[in-house]
């Protein structure tokens, strides 16, 4: 079935780049979305994009998409203290107008 | 700006009780959603609603049902409540999705059940 691989934890030196890598399995994605999850909050919307865009840029946020290997990215650049939080990528497959197949997220732990 | 509102960020609740956890959203979205999240799970889909009385199961529907009698309001119960159903439980929103449009989320409520 279909299926979304994040690593569980990233740890950055604050000031670096953060880049954190999600798979998914199913070739037929739309769309596929990356939010932020903050401690005991909500999930919130940082981007997302549609499967025949390879990249897009939203200030110090850039999300990849390789659609050949099936691999999606979101680069964060200057990672800051406030950037630490869970991240989750998810795709909808063109069935479904509903439906997200979320990975189980990845931790970014900032290091001072 | 998009709101999605969860009734309670935190609920403490006794084995057997019955439960009621309400969302509301502002947006006049057409879809919404409950998951519940649990540590290295990810979010998995308890139920979802494409218009009003109309709902759908997701993953995880036992021992939860729903209801949409209005727009913006949909509520998960929990029959029964089991400890296992100690969570945080999210609820989101969507407009039909044609377009890709994101869910939007609530804080969540943290439910413990005792």
């Known amino acids: 079935g279909e299926d979304v691989e994040q690593s569980l934890f990233l740890s950055v030196r604050e000031g670096d780049s953060s880049v954190i890598n999600c798979t998914y399995t199913?070739?037929?994605?739309?769309?596929l979305y990356w939010y932020k999850q903050e401690p005991g909050a909500g999930l919130q919307l940082l981007t997302y994009?549609?499967?025949n865009m390879d990249m897009k840029q939203d200030q110090r946020l850039t999300v990849l998409l390789n659609k050949k290997d099936k691999h999606l990215s979101l680069r964060i650049a200057d990672t800051q203290t406030g950037d630490s939080a869970i991240y989750f990528c998810?795709?909808?497959?063109?069935?479904?107008?509903?439906?997200?197949?979320w990975g189980a997220g990845t931790k970014l732990i900032i290091k001072p | 700006d998009v709101k999605v509102t969860q009734s309670s960020r935190y609920l403490v609740k006794r084995t057997g009780e019955k439960v009621f956890l309400e969302c509301v959203q502002d947006?006049?979205?057409?879809?919404m959603f409950w998951y519940r999240q649990d540590p290295g799970l990810g979010l998995r889909l308890i139920y979802f609603?494409?218009?009003?009385?109309?709902?759908e199961k997701g993953d995880i529907p036992e021992g939860y049902s729903v209801s949409r009698e209005k727009k913006e309001r949909f509520s998960l119960i929990l029959e029964s409540a089991s400890t296992n159903q100690t969570s945080m439980y999210l609820c989101?929103?969507?407009?039909?999705?044609?377009?890709?449009?994101?869910?939007?989320f609530g804080d969540g409520t943290r439910l413990s059940i005792l």
């Open positions: 989101a929103s969507s407009p039909p999705g044609i377009w890709g449009q994101p869910q939007h």
């Open positions: 947006m006049d979205h057409e879809n």
């Open positions: 609603s494409y218009d009003v009385k109309m709902k």
């Open positions: 199913d070739s037929s994605s739309t769309y």
């Open positions: 994009i549609f499967s």
């Open positions: 998810a795709e909808r497959l063109v069935d479904s107008n509903y439906q997200l197949i």
